[in-house]
């Protein structure tokens, strides 16, 4: 076991060893791995070091701050103390003023062995960046030179991600995501409002075990939180396929816990795995609370994916019930049904080609067989000729 590293930190907070096995257990489910991985993430923690991490936060609620302090599994505690050695966070600061912006300077020489770079909010560039400031500095300015140094950056919420709701249409902050911060490609994007902690716990844990970044999609979302549709992991997917929908809020079916797509619900457009880790102690998510998803880990989604509890509307005016589930499902039936076309298709010419083999065979043997009944006309002609050279010479 090595002395400065996670598990020495957790055994040294009094954690026990059931304890730190339960929290591997749970990476491993937050990573989609089976159980069977919990050990040997567990035996992985016990040699990585504990890396700092710098969590800036610009404009924003703080909501995945609380998120992540209110989150059980791990807990803030496990994930803040004994996984990582969070060295910077305002809100979860002692001191204040000039104090509070000292871990700030000189990082490179303050952390020779690297850290990991945590943004939370969006950063404004409006009035030069006066909007959001820490220390008296524009709020982007401070993320660039943190992020660009880090080992690894994390967006943490939909507002670190795109901009989220500060840069909604009617913004007046200029205020964007990482995008604003960063012009690499070195970083994971957690959007989210908030993002689920138990993601987050999980990208760090993978970082220490594997010691790569996750495999994301284009948009830096790492596949194995936002790579399947929230539709298709949800409890109230079979009163979808049934039919069975709650129309008004507070009625029958709303009640028999029948699927909120009528109500606005988004689970149809949206990848996120929230369905499976939930949030608050792994209780519930909106769809079990009775509300529907409102999309907030799809891109720009307070201006895409708004009202929040009406429907999307269809892209084509004449199919009102259109979702992109549809469309999808359309598609794959489409290629399916190109694809039997064309096997019935090579099937017709197969038994075309079979049956005119067949008959130029068939006509083939008939001259043939033609051929060897007939008897040569040439013999008869040449008798007729000898005959008459008979006749000319006056042998009978
Ligand atoms: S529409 Fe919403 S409530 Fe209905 S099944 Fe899909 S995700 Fe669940």
Redesign the pocket.
Known sequence: MREDGVYAAMVRRGMTRRTFLRFSAAMAAALSLPAAYGPRIAKALEAAPRVPVIWIRGQACGGNTEALLRAANPTAANLLLEVLSLDYHEELLAVAGADAASPLAGLASRYPNGYYAVLEGSFPTGAAGAYCLIGGRPAVDVAREVATGALLTLAVGSCAVDGGAPAAPGGITEAGGIGKVLTGGNFIALPGCPANPSNLAAVIVHQLVAKETMPTDLAHRPLAFYGN???N????????EFGE?ALEWGDQGAQRG????KLG????E?MANC?DVRYGEKISWN?SSGV??IGCHSPSFWGAMGPAYRRLPSPLPFLPNLTTDLVGGAMVAGIGGVAVAHGVGMTIRFKRYKAQDRRAKAKAAAEAASATETPPTAEPEAAAGTETAAAGTGER
């Open positions: 549709l929230i539709h992991q949800c409890e109230r997917r079979p009163h979808f929908f029948w699927c909120l797509y619900c988004k689970g149809p949206t369905p769809v529907g998803c």
